[in-house]
T-cell receptor, first 109, second 112 residues
Framework: GQQLNQSPQSMFIQEGEDVSMNCTSS?????WLWYKQEPGEGPVLLIA?????ELTSNGRLTAQFGITRKDSFLNISASIPSDVGIYFC?????????FGTGTSLTVIP | DAGVIQSPRHEVTEMGQEVTLRCKPI?????LFWYRQTMMRGLELLIY????????DSGMPEDRFSAKMPNASFSTLKIQPSEPRDSAVYFC??????????FGEGSRLTVL
């Protein structure tokens, strides 16, 4: 199935730094989703975006639905150690969901 | 509110044995998805159901894999016979036509 281009693949940052990751696709999506997955757990939905250009925040997380509907980004401000995990983007169209390959985030205290 | 519930969380079995994974979607959700996650391939869609009807099973690896959804609150994924290359984490997820997909905690399968 289709996979989205997600970058970067991994990030090592100092606690307190801001983080930015993005996803691109050759297809248009109706919804963009961002998930966080911790070891041994399932992906947890962080943010859902429904409209092109939409900017949505959830605490220190901010995500945007690209104006072309083919991309999205996620920012994490002032990172803390518990932000560690793998972040996935997903695009939704029809009744299908397509996933990025994930960004592994390591926060160094 | 209860999320997607999967069982078992962990299963270790020997090659050739039958494996049955179970899923209870979020109440009121009408679409259910089975995914497999491995380091090499990431998240792969195996099959999804809409209103208990299988819509797309093109991701099911081979005839050894089968899935059923006898009612709106229960689905199974069966592997018979299991092989070591089936070792992975299997996720069930459900969607209620809101564009949001919710995952269970997964079933980690190890086939020896």
């Amino acid at each position: 199935g289709q996979q989205l281009n997600q970058s970067p693949q991994s990030m090592f940052i100092q606690e307190g730094e801001d983080v930015s990751m993005n996803c691109t696709s050759s297809s248009i999506f109706n919804t963009w989703l961002w998930y966080k997955q911790e070891p041994g757990e399932g992906p947890v939905l962080l943010i859902a975006l429904y409209k092109a250009g939409e900017l949505t925040s959830n605490g220190r997380l901010t995500a945007q639905f690209g104006i072309t509907r083919k991309d999205s980004f996620l920012n994490i401000s002032a990172s803390i150690p518990s932000d560690v995990g793998i972040y996935f983007c997903a695009g939704h169209t029809g009744n299908q969901f397509y996933f990025g390959t994930g960004t592994s985030l390591t926060v160094i205290p | 509110d209860a999320g997607v519930i999967q069982s078992p969380r962990h299963e270790v079995t020997e090659m050739g044995q039958e494996v049955t994974l179970r899923c209870k979607p979020i109440s009121g959700h009408n679409s259910l998805f089975w995914y497999r996650q491995t380091m090499m391939r990431g998240l792969e869609l195996l099959i999804y159901f809409n209103n208990n009807v299988p819509i797309d099973d093109s991701g099911m690896p081979e005839d050894r894999f089968s899935a059923k959804m006898p009612n709106a609150s229960f689905s199974t994924l069966k592997i018979q016979p299991s092989e070591p290359r089936d070792s992975a984490v299997y996720f069930c997820a459900s969607n209620g036509n809101t564009g949001e997909l919710f995952f269970g905690e997964g079933s980690r399968l190890t086939v020896l």
